[in-house]
């Protein structure tokens, strides 16, 4: 995936976090592989039906035909991040994790998939690992603002970490265009929580 969609896919997640439900990659651009080869009619079709059931609220079928993909398609990223986003949607974050691991056998270094395996990681309570993913999705890509932003919501909240939350938000404001004014504040009540201590 180029650096300029995965920008743009990164931006979409961010915005779906902050309105409370995922955003799936729509457009060619979900389905590029690991070259520059243009996908094939069928796999831009089957794509294209996802996400009208998807828009349509039938989000089974959406799940049913990027699980088609993956398997038909599997060097295709899109689709399996597709996949995995839709079954978070279902709440469904068994099923999530174990198509994100297929996912990454396939892309390993696919960073936007490393970081919704650690979302679906956290949603099950896997803080540890959650931990861990994020921060290899990080290697992946340093440059990742929401993975620093999550990080640190990780290690905050559920890790209770002042230290690493307090790294991974100041890093996040580093690499956002503008600082967050939220995580600003975020910032200012752990210096007080660690001077307290």
């Known amino acids: 995936m180029s650096r300029f969609m995965r920008r743009c896919a990164e931006w979409a997640l961010l915005l779906a976090c902050l309105s409370g439900c995922a955003s799936l990659q729509s457009g060619s651009s979900a ?3 690991a070259g520059d080869e243009q996908p094939p009619a069928e796999v831009l079709s089957s ?5 009208a059931h998807l ?22 990223p899109g689709p399996w991040l597709n996949l995995v986003l839709a079954l978070q949607r279902q709440h469904d974050y068994v099923a ?7 996912g990454l056998e396939f892309h390993p270094e696919f960073a936007d998939l490393q ?18 993913a994020y921060q290899a999705a990080l290697a992946m890509d340093p440059g990742f603002a ?12 559920y ?6 939350a307090q790294a991974a938000y100041a890093e996040y404001q580093q690499l956002s265009s503008e600082p ?18």
Not at 56 to 73: D, Q, S
Not at 115 to 132: D, E, I, M, P, S
């Open 47 to 51: 794509h294209q039906d996802a996400l």
């Open 96 to 102: 999530a994790e174990n198509e994100a691991r297929k």
């Open 55 to 76: 828009e349509a609220g039938r989000f089974g079928a959406a799940v049913e035909e990027w699980r088609a993909l993956t398997v038909y398609a599997p060097a295709y």
């Open 31 to 33: 389905l590029e592989p």
């Open 180 to 197: 967050d004014a939220e995580v600003n504040r975020w910032l200012a009540d752990l210096q007080r929580r660690r001077s307290a201590r």
């Open 146 to 157: 929401l993975a620093q932003r999550n990080l640190g919501v990780l290690c905050d909240l």
């Open 159 to 164: 890790l209770h970490d002042l230290e690493c």
């Open 115 to 132: 970081h919704q395996l650690a979302v679906v990681l956290r949603h099950r309570g896997q803080f540890t690992a959650a931990k861990a």
